[in-house]
Structure formats: C-alpha cells, structure tokens
C-alpha cells in the first residue's frame, strides 16, 4: 500500500541567460531558415515573440567569420549555407543547412533536402568549424578539444621525418635512430633537446616519447595561441589577430587540421624507412598515445 507523503511541489524552469533564446524560438528559427537561400551570417536581436532576423554578411566560405565580432545587441546568431549529402548509392543531393547558436551557447541545426527540413537540437552545441566559429563570433567557448599538443608535436616530427627520407638530394639522412631524434622538434627549434623537466637520458624511444609529453605540458595549447597572436611562431593560413580571436579548443583544432594526421604520415613513412629504425618510431608514437592518455586521467 502506498504511504502518504507530502505533496510534490512542480518544478521550477530553469532560468533562461542573458539573452538566450527559449528552445521552441530556436527550432523554429533553424527550420525556417532552412528555406531561405544559402549563403549568409544573421543576427538575431528582439524579443523571442518579436524576434527580428537580419542578414549581415554574404558567406560562401565559413573561414570568412575569422575574427568577426558579433554587436552587443545580438542574441544570436545564424549561419545559413549550402551543402550536400551522398547516399549509398553515390547520388549527390543539394542540401540546405541553417545553424542557430544563442548568447546561452545553446543550438539548433536544421537541414532542408527538397522539400523536407529535419532539425536537431542540442543544449550544449556541436563540434566542429561551424559551430566554433559561429560561437566565437558571439564571444562564447568552443567545446574542448581532447587531443593535446603532444600529438601536432608528433604530426611535425614525423612531417620533417618524410621530409627527411623521401628528398632525393638527402638520401639516406635517416639512417640511424640518433637521426630520428635529431628531426624532432625539440632538437629542431632549439640546436639541441629543449630544458623541459624530466627528459634527461640517453633519449630512447620511451624517453624520446616522455620528452614529447613533457614538451606538449610545456607548449600547451594556450601558450601556443599566445605565441601565435603575438607573431613568434606562423600558424598556415592564420593571421595573428585570428589566432588571438580565437580560444584554445578552436585554436587547437585549426591547428591539428593544417598538418597531416600521424597515421597517414607513419604509412608515408614506412616507404621510406624501415627494420628497427620504423619500428622505433612507431613504438614512440603509440607510447606518446599512451601516455598522454595516462596523463589526461591522472587525479
């Protein structure tokens, strides 16, 4: 038998931020943006019952919102743009995608093919260029990013590897292991190994590997942002003033994606260079793995 208890009081909503929109004004604004023609920035500014939506920007390229700011009086932002789908079969369909992010970081994605428009909504944002531009241009934090700096440090080793091994007028430059570690980063900018704590020793593959972790803490990705705003060091296609627009997670990213991923490279590699000098490298390559992962969990 159930026992009495005292009456549930109803809960309270939650509280919208400063110049969030409710959730149904943000589906609705995805979806029928959805219909309008690609190709531009909006603003969103109003009341939610009155909300006025603006076009400020013709974008045919998302890399165009790079360093923009957006007016204190926006709410919101919209990003509508022309995109395409592939079915199994290979056909290639036209689509149209509408991507709302508010002042509260929240956002809604619709997505017209024809006449159908499917929206998403998602209380925290989702990853990706779009989405960390858009939520920089409203001054908000992009999602982290989960791969640290350690592996754009083994993405640039292994880039001066191939470079190394594959030029002809350098044949035979990566011989020994003594030479793979002279293409390393540390060795490379420095004349000799950077002064990171803990990475004196004979630099063995699972020292070579420590070195790489202990310099990825060193140059983290803020202070490789800093260093990228202030002009010490060039990132490809990235002004100074984006880099410092920008926060660390997007930095990270753009980062990442201006260097070839480590897989690739190391199947690059294996053409090149082979027997126990390969197989070093790639054991420090998945130690960096592994004790970046350790690293990134410990209490």
Known sequence: MPTRGPSPRPARPKPLRAGALRSATLR???RRLALESPGWLMSLTGPDRDLVVRRELAVDDPEQLLGLVADDAWRGVALVLPGHTDDLAGATDAVTLSYVVDRGGRSALAIRCGEAVDTVESMVGASGFIDDAARRVLGLPCAPEPATSA???LSVWLEHLLDASSDPDAS????TWTDVVGQHPAWRAGGGPFAVPGTDGTHRPDELAELTVALGRHLDWERLRGLASDGSISIPGLAASEAAWMD???????????HRPVTELLDDLSLFIDG????????????????????????
């Open 248 to 258: 660390w997670p997007f930095f990270a990213r753009w980062t990442l994606g201006v």
């Open 276 to 299: 126990g000098v390969l197989r070093d490298v790639r054991y420090t390559v998945d130690a960096v793995g592994w004790l970046g992962f350790a690293d990134s969990h410990a209490s």
């Open 172 to 175: 035979g430059g990566i011989v």
């Open 28 to 30: 609705s604004t995805a």
């Open 151 to 153: 592996v754009l440090i």
